[in-house]
């Protein structure tokens, strides 16, 4: 995060052009020392499915904690339309948009959806009903307070699996489950599992059994990351996908906010 430095001009220039590169900087400077950036990127948790289309069509956010529905501002989105959210897994994402925003608190965000979803499954494509609930705007609990000078970045969490509801005959309605996180609130697990062509699967699971985040390896480097978890212990469960080899679990992993715990490498057995 970067912060930025207020220079106050303490002396008067008797040069009108002079004068005039001061007095601008000195605004400039004023503006960022009472704003902060706030930028949000997607990611997404592995699924059986070929392509996951999602229709996008705004993010906002609501700079202000009253219960009233107004007081959303809408992110600078850098391309509105259908994102494939597949794409963006094991410590990929894309920057859905950024806004300057003056300091104080945050409450929510909201996802605005278009009606152009579907999904791609055993390479035939299905259109995805989409509730009218979701198109206006699906809110996100953020309850954050956004200090001067500060470049805050908050990542959203599209689970796919949960949000897919296959109701038969090539029939799917979508009903978004998702999560926003950021590093300061959250930490990551990172590592590498050999051999990487068993396509393996990574959970990280709570002592209750509550799976809160997962990957596919990579399967080429046998590399993953498993980011957006919250401080704490947990198992962190290796389910192979393609060939002889066992699964595997790795218990007792500790996760602290704003670090990510290496595994290094896990080696699989037949």
Known sequence: ???TLIIFNLFFSV??????????????S????????????????????DKVLIDIQDVQVKASTDASDTGWKSLTIGRKGVYNVLDFKNGLDTLL???TLPAGTISQLRLVLGTNNSVVYNGISSSMQTPSAQQSGLKLLI?????AG?????????DAAKSIVHTGNNNFILKPVIKVFNEATSG?????????????VLFA??????????TQADTTTGSFLLRGIAAGNYAVNIHVTNGSYKDSTKNNVTVTNGFVTDLTTITLHQ
């Open 1 to 3: 995060m970067k912060r």
């Open 15 to 28: 040069f009108i052009i002079q004068s005039c590169s001061k007095s601008t900087d000195t605004a400039s």
């Open 30 to 49: 004023n503006t960022s020392a009472q704003t902060a950036t706030f930028s949000v990127s997607l990611v997404d948790a592995p699924v059986a499915y």
């Open 97 to 99: 948009g950024k806004i």
């Open 143 to 147: 309850n954050a307070t956004i200090q």
């Open 150 to 158: 500060v470049d805050y970045k908050y990542w959203i969490d599209f």
């Open 188 to 200: 990551a697990i990172k590592g590498v599992v050999s051999p990487a062509n068993t396509k393996s």
């Open 205 to 214: 699971i709570t002592s209750a059994n509550d799976t809160v985040a997962s």
